[in-house]
């Protein structure tokens, strides 16, 4: 795109002697900003780049590079600039494929103005989405957790919410120029998605010049990738917990976004830093706990310190030893390998210093809001059920900021299936007493009661439940009922991961079997699933999150890749990136846009398992702990598979609990008047 649509040279660079300029808006901004720094710009001989609502002057004889969004101001705005002759010629690129409709307006637009001799070329770039490390994407598509589960949401408002989570999937699966096999549990959001993404892959299938070319730029083999899809409400713990892993801490606290953050420095003032996978010590060690990274940097810093001191010495010389020819040749020798060593050395200094800086300040965080306890009591309680009265007075009346509170008292709730009913107001007394607001947990408590309740209740009563349910959630209320012993957490591992990790395999299983299926390229059941075969193990998954996932579960995913045998690849997924029990797969829908449909409109067919390769996606926010945990999925299976994670957006967990006190706000729960939980 920066050179013109044209191939660049051997060098990976484009022509520089084209100069341009990049033109752009905000959301395309935040595409560009985790992948070009402005070195690279440079190189692929772009010499300015503005925003396209500022005002800006015409620079003759130069082309411009238009990356935006295909809306109809954006259209009207470029309209503009051709009708001023702002620049030579205009490379039109839009994120998505424009509409038919706003191509019209183009057209007359710049006809009319006699401009339409400088729009060079238009292209679709299919790149509605955010790409944060080689298998974590975004959607950033904010508060898409609130939009999905606001029970004052009408259909069409939910509608447009779904459609737009497709077309930035649609986008990520164009761009990697795969068709997957589309997996997801039945009900909610995530059927709602995987329905409308095998519809419209079969729609695009059916064009002589589609997108896709199997075993593209994703697939290692000539298998087809899995496609996981789950809503947020999969797995509530997750998007609230503290975790201590280094990459997950600092997102939630530091608050880490387009990999870019900024720190107190050591001389006053703000410190930016830049964390993505050019940085060696942010990839290696982003998914080990904080006190092994504190070791880790020292261990690093001793190296640094040995090597430089190594340098030194073989290019001091001997003092007082007599002048010999071969010691002059010696040092020069010396002298060299040193200059050729300083780049290298002054590298390794910088990240040192910078991981130094952030540690730094994430240990005054720990110590001033006690985060280790709040991870080890969160961790501890979801694995056994429970904690002591005691112990749980003691950490809502200690350190801690409102929002710390608010999610530690989350996670009590969530943490076992019953509880004193005395003890849950006690909770709620205290967290007043903090002067928190309570809306979120509020919310949490009624979700978990209605769950209790269709778990609990016979055929009438449940039926009773649900129109009670439907009046009061409205939209939300397949979301809601997705899954309620994922509300539960009894294994270290996220059941986000212990899912991922079934579906890949793809065996025979009862767990698994009522997970619908969709083959976009397999004919549809009279179900609307997909009645083909699957064929598994996958080695590449990509999870999708709706509704918000962080860096604790994309973490996760990542290990679980490593563990495998062989090494498997997961892609992490999410509608945007938040801070912030077994799995229970049988009811999971099969959707196939290459099988044909079953009668309920999902995929017929058996799936070909295991598999080597799966997306998994999360409808209303993911996280670095999801992602973290999907990747230590994939490297510890045999052979390592291969899992792309991605969700509508990634969320910390104080911005999930903000959600949560949204909805509960807007079914009138919580306390009113409370000061907002900071």
Not at 478 to 489: E, F
Request: overall charge negative; charged content about 25%; aromatic content about 8%.
């Amino acid at each position: 795109m920066l050179n013109l649509n044209q191939p660049v040279n051997s060098s990976g660079t484009a022509n520089e002697e084209v100069y341009k300029i990049l033109i752009y808006d905000k959301f395309c901004q935040d595409i560009l900003s985790p992948l070009i720094h402005v070195k690279d710009l440079r190189k692929h001989g772009v010499t300015l780049y503005f925003l396209i609502d500022k005002d800006r002057k015409p620079v003759h004889d130069v082309p411009a590079v238009y990356f935006v969004q295909p809306t109809h101001l954006n259209v009207q705005r470029i309209v503009s600039d051709a009708s001023r002759s702002l620049y030579d010629s205009f490379q039109l690129n839009f994120s998505s494929s424009i509409p038919r409709a706003l191509l019209e307006d183009l057209a007359s637009g710049t006809l009319n103005s006699d401009s339409i001799n400088r729009i060079s070329k238009v292209h679709d770039q299919y790149l509605e989405f955010v790409t944060l490390e080689d298998n974590l994407f975004s959607l950033a598509d904010k508060s898409c957790y609130v939009q999905l589960n606001d029970p004052s949401a009408g259909d069409r408002e939910i509608e447009e919410i779904i459609e737009k989570i497709v077309n930035g999937l649609f986008c990520v699966l164009a761009t990697l120029a795969v068709v997957p096999i589309i997996r997801c549990p039945r009900g909610g959001p995530a059927e709602m998605v995987a329905s409308l993404l095998d519809q419209r892959l079969r729609d695009h299938l059916l064009a002589k010049n589609n997108l896709f070319s199997e075993g593209g730029n994703f697939a290692t083999s000539f298998q087809r990738p899995i496609l996981c899809i789950f809503d947020r409400n999969f797995e509530l713990s997750v998007a609230i917990q503290h975790d201590f892993r280094y990459r997950a801490l600092v997102h939630d606290v530091l608050g880490l976004r387009l990999n870019r953050l900024s720190v107190p420095g050591e001389k006053g003032g703000m410190k930016s830093y830049e964390l993505d996978r050019m940085d060696p010590f942010w990839v290696a060690n982003g998914l080990l706990e904080f006190p092994e990274v504190a070791v880790e940097i020292e261990t690093q810093l001793n190296k640094y310190k040995k090597d430089v001191d190594e340098v030194n010495r073989r290019t001091g010389g001997n003092e007082g030893a007599e002048f010999d020819g071969t010691d002059l040749i010696g040092n020069t020798k010396h002298l060299m390998n040193a200059v050729n060593s300083l780049p290298e050395l002054t590298e390794r200094k910088q990240v040192i210093d910078k991981h130094t800086n952030i540690a730094t300040v994430l240990l005054g965080e720990i110590k001033e809001r006690s985060l280790d306890s709040f991870a080890k009591k969160e961790s501890d309680m979801m694995v056994r059920g429970g904690i002591d009265r005691t112990e749980l007075l003691s950490v809502l009346k200690g350190k801690g900021t409102k929002l710390d509170k608010l999610r530690f008292a989350i996670m009590y709730l969530i943490s076992s299936e019953s509880m004193p009913h005395s003890e849950v107001e006690m909770v709620e007394e205290a967290l007043r007493e903090s002067e928190v607001d309570t809306s979120a947990f509020q919310y949490v408590k009624k979700i978990k009661s209605l769950n209790v309740s269709l778990a609990n209740a016979n055929s009438a009563s449940r039926s009773h439940i649900v129109d009670w349910a439907e009046k009061l959630y409205g939209q939300s209320l397949s979301a809601v009922t997705a899954g309620v012993k994922n509300l539960l957490s009894s294994d270290h591992q996220l059941a986000l991961s212990r899912t991922v990790e079934a579906l890949m395999e793809g065996k025979p299983n009862p767990e698994i079997e009522s997970y619908l299926v969709f083959d976009p390229r397999a004919p549809k059941s009279s179900s609307g699933t997909s009645s083909g075969h699957l064929k598994g193990p996958f080695k590449e998954a990509i999870v999708f999150m709706i509704g918000g996932g962080n860096y604790v579960e994309y973490g996760s995913l990542q290990e679980l890749a490593q563990c495998q045998q062989p090494v498997k690849h997961v892609i992490y997924g999410t509608t945007e990136i938040l801070t912030g029990s077994e799995p229970e797969i049988e009811s999971y829908l099969v959707f196939d846009p290459r099988a044909p449909k079953s009668s309920s409109g999902t995929s017929s067919s058996h799936l070909k398992g295991p598999f080597k390769e799966a997306i998994v996606f999360m409808i209303g926010g993911g996280n670095y702990v999801e992602y973290g945990s999907l990747q230590e999925l994939a490297q510890c299976q045999q052979p390592v598979k291969h899992v792309i994670y991605g969700t509508t957006e990634i969320l910390t967990g104080s911005e999930f609990a903000e959600q949560l006190a949204v909805l509960g706000k807007k079914m009138g729960l919580g306390s009113s008047g409370a000061t907002s939980a900071q």
